[in-house]
């Protein structure tokens, strides 16, 4: 069964701070999709990031970075220098390949940054 | 533009009240997705809806009735909900249902009231 683990339900940061949210996945398929969406207060679920499973390289976009790593399960995601306007809820989520595309959630990490 | 919309924002309802949410998008998707998310949780599929046809129906109760008239639009029919419907619904859409590959778009969601 699939299953994504944030540990961390909350996170406060001052700004301009590296944070790092964890996500830590089970799945017994060899192919999959894991992602990270971004949840600010006005409700919309925004797409940050989509990585197969195959494709274990680190990605970078501005002041966001992820490090995806099959041997730990891990899909962590990373805001440099943080500001203000990254508070917001963050779901880290998978889909399995074949069938029809479901999002497994995590429970998401509320992070917020202090000015 | 990954932009999927949703009318209305906000919605407060009586238990005998019939109410509709409605969702578009113009992306050209052939799959569209109905989420429920209750405070401080992930969303939770509800339907999805595959070249206007009904795919998924996660047993979700015969008070909601979802209807897809044409590739572009998505509707929720709500008749004689309970309090505990309260939540945010969430409309998705993503190119095809079948493509694992894919990445499904959230638009800003419907705030539900049911007193």
């Known amino acids: 069964a699939q299953k994504v683990t944030q540990a961390q339900t909350e996170i406060s940061v001052v700004e301009k701070e590296d944070v790092t949210l964890d996500c830590v996945y089970e799945?017994?398929?060899?192919?999959?999709?894991l992602f990270w969406y971004k949840q600010p207060p006005s409700g919309e679920l925004v797409f940050l990031i989509r990585?197969?499973?195959?494709?274990?390289q680190n990605e970078i976009s501005g002041r966001y970075s992820w490090n995806f790593q099959k041997s730990t399960s891990s899909f962590n995601f990373t805001i440099t220098a943080s500001q203000v306007v990254d508070s917001a809820v963050y779901f880290c989520?998978?889909?399995?390949?074949?069938?029809?595309?479901?999002?497994?959630f995590g429970q998401g990490t509320r992070l917020t940054i202090n000015p | 533009d990954t932009e999927v919309t949703q009318t209305p924002k906000h919605l407060v309802m009586g238990m005998t009240n019939k109410k509709s949410l409605k969702c578009e998008q113009h992306?050209?998707?052939?799959?569209m997705y109905w989420y429920k998310q209750k405070a401080k949780k992930p969303p939770e599929l509800m339907f999805v809806?595959?070249?206007?046809?009904?795919?998924i129906n996660e047993s979700v109760p015969s008070r909601f009735s979802p209807e897809c008239p044409n590739s572009s639009l998505l509707n929720l029919h709500l008749h004689a909900l309970q309090p505990e419907d309260s939540a945010l619904y969430l409309c998705?859409?993503?190119?095809?249902?079948?493509?694992?590959?894919?990445?499904?778009?959230f638009g800003p969601g419907t705030r539900l009231t049911v007193l």
């Open positions: 799945t017994r398929d060899t192919t999959y999709y």
């Open positions: 990585r197969n499973s195959f494709d274990e």
């Open positions: 992306m050209g998707h052939r799959a």
């Open positions: 989520a998978l889909s399995e390949d074949g069938g029809a595309q479901k999002l497994v």
């Open positions: 809806y595959s070249y206007e046809k009904l795919s």
């Open positions: 998705a859409s993503s190119q095809d249902l079948w493509e694992s590959t894919d990445t499904q778009y």
